[in-house]
């Protein structure tokens, strides 16, 4: 016997209902996506046409930016949307999608950064046999396997979430339809789904992000064995994985591994790991990458010329 479910559309109540407030969120939030869409695009570009950045580091980095990409078009058009006209309403298919779609990538950039962090683990503890350890096969397989990963993660999430009764209210205090708002609408007791996002959410987020320093902490120590302009390097390329990591794990860590409850704060995190980090991630990864720098630059200059003819 299938669950009651008298819902079939969510209201969203958005950021916020002042029309003050909602002009401001409205230009910087677009400001935000054109930046994330431009940037990432443009890494994605310039690794596939640079022939100086063939590196599994710059094949991972790509996959990542297609990754923001997609996760930020998944939530910035309707967060845009919803600022400009105020609360919007959701049919609940449209919501599970959300949900899909939400975790799928967010999950899959959870296992990508840490194949990133191998990817670096070899290449600098372990230089002379990066390129027999880092064949193209291999980078592929762990590029699936992060994908693989993410999906299954979003099956569970969506699962957990489909089942259940939904009996009115239907109004969700949120800007996008994710686990603990939806959660607080079910009538029915949720502990062991409450639980189940825990377990598929914060515990998978909290072991990543302390294998992901463990990693990085290793690498480290192992910087004193190089030269200085290697040490050098390495620190740049490192700091732009840390960064990365902090930003996007310590939000997501907060969220999903707590029980099922909403707080006031929820939304502004919630802004920044799904909005603010796909943005920044371009920037922190191309001003510390002298490389990418480079490339970006003979690509511009090759537009110009070719367009100039």
Known sequence: ????????????LGLTQDPKEQKILFVMFLLFYILTVVGNLLIVVTVSVSNT??????????NLSF???????????????????GKSTISFQSCMTQLFIDHLFGGSEVFLLLVMAYDRYVAICKPL????????????????????????????????????????????DHFFC???PLLKLVCADTYVAGLLVVANGGVICSIVFVLLLISYGV?????????????????????????VV???????????ARPAKTFPIDKSLTVFYTVITPMLNPLIYTLRNSEMTNAMKKLWKRNVISNSK
């Open 1 to 12: 016997m299938e669950p009651p479910n008298n819902v079939t559309y969510f209201v969203l």
């Open 53 to 62: 950045l063939g590196s599994p580091m710059y094949f991972f980095l790509a």
């Open 67 to 85: 990754i923001d990409v997609i996760y930020s078009s998944c939530i910035s058009p309707r967060l845009i949307s919803e600022v400009f006209f």
């Open 129 to 172: 046999h990066y390129l027999v350890i880092m064949r193209e096969w291999v980078c592929v397989v762990l590029l699936v396997v992060s994908w693989v990963g993410g999906f299954l993660h979003s099956v569970i999430q969506v699962s957990t979430i489909y089942g259940l009764p939904f009996c009115g209210p239907n109004v969700i």
């Open 178 to 180: 994710d686990m603990y």
């Open 219 to 243: 690498i480290l120590h192992s910087l004193k064995n190089l030269s200085a302009e290697g040490r050098r390097k390495a620190l740049q390329t490192c700091g732009s994985h840390i960064t």
């Open 246 to 256: 902090v930003f996007f794990f310590v939000p997501c860590i907060f969220m999903y």
